[in-house]
């Protein structure tokens, strides 16, 4: 929930010639709609398992290219049961943002975060329990851009 996921992912492909996904992209593609008209259409249990498919299917295609790989994670990714099984193998990262950066950032996108709450305290806790989930199943947390670098050098052997 804007932490940076997808500019983080897209900056460190290019920066370490990684594969990179996005399930949201995907999800848009593959549903030929955007996540907020999923949401309109058909309410959050469709999209989680439409995400849920997507992850599935970027999964198997990043395992099929036998190179390092990175992927941004929706931000409900881990409110969905099924899509914790599915870390199995991978080295879960979680992007330790400050609320209030996350704040200022769904200022600026607020249309784009279907929920995402107005009010400062619902915003705060939903904030809250999703850092819960990924702190709980990431295998490293960084907490800001160069700690998020050096980490990706580090897992994927680049020498300086």
Same mark, same amino acid.
């Given at each position: 929930?804007?932490?940076?996921?997808?500019?983080?992912?897209?900056?460190?492909?290019?920066?370490?010639?990684?594969?990179?996904?996005?399930?949201?992209?995907?999800? %848009?593609?593959?549903?030929?709609?955007?996540i907020?008209?999923?949401?309109?259409? $058909?309410?959050? =249990?469709?999209?989680?398992?439409? %995400?849920h498919?997507?992850? $599935?299917?970027?999964?198997?295609?990043?395992?099929? $290219?036998?190179? &390092?790989?990175?992927?941004?994670? !929706? !931000?409900?990714? @881990?409110?969905?049961?099924?899509?914790?099984?599915? @870390?199995? !193998?991978?080295? =879960?990262?979680?992007?330790?943002?400050?609320?209030?950066?996350?704040? %200022?950032?769904?200022?600026?996108?607020?249309?784009?975060?279907?929920?995402? =709450?107005?009010?400062?305290?619902?915003?705060?806790? &939903?904030?809250q329990?999703?850092?819960?989930?990924?702190?709980?199943?990431?295998?490293?947390? #960084?907490?800001?851009?160069?700690?998020?670098?050096?980490?990706?050098? $580090?897992?994927? !052997? #680049?020498?300086?």
């Amino acid at each position: 929930m804007a932490a940076g996921k997808s500019y983080f992912s897209q900056e460190a492909a290019k920066k370490y010639n990684l594969s990179a996904f996005d399930i949201d992209d995907f999800t %848009e593609s593959k549903a030929g709609i955007s996540i907020n008209e999923i949401f309109k259409i $058909s309410g959050e =249990p469709a999209f989680r398992k439409l %995400e849920h498919q997507a992850f $599935s299917e970027i999964l198997k295609k990043a395992r099929l $290219s036998k190179t &390092h790989f990175i992927i941004a994670a !929706g !931000g409900g990714l @881990l409110t969905y049961e099924p899509n914790i099984a599915l @870390l199995e !193998g991978l080295t =879960p990262i979680f992007i330790d943002t400050p609320f209030d950066i996350i704040k %200022e950032r769904l200022k600026a996108g607020r249309e784009q975060r279907p929920l995402a =709450p107005d009010e400062e305290n619902e915003l705060k806790k &939903h904030w809250q329990t999703r850092r819960k989930n990924y702190i709980k199943y990431s295998k490293y947390i #960084v907490a800001c851009e160069k700690d998020f670098y050096n980490l990706i050098e $580090s897992l994927i !052997g #680049v020498t300086k």
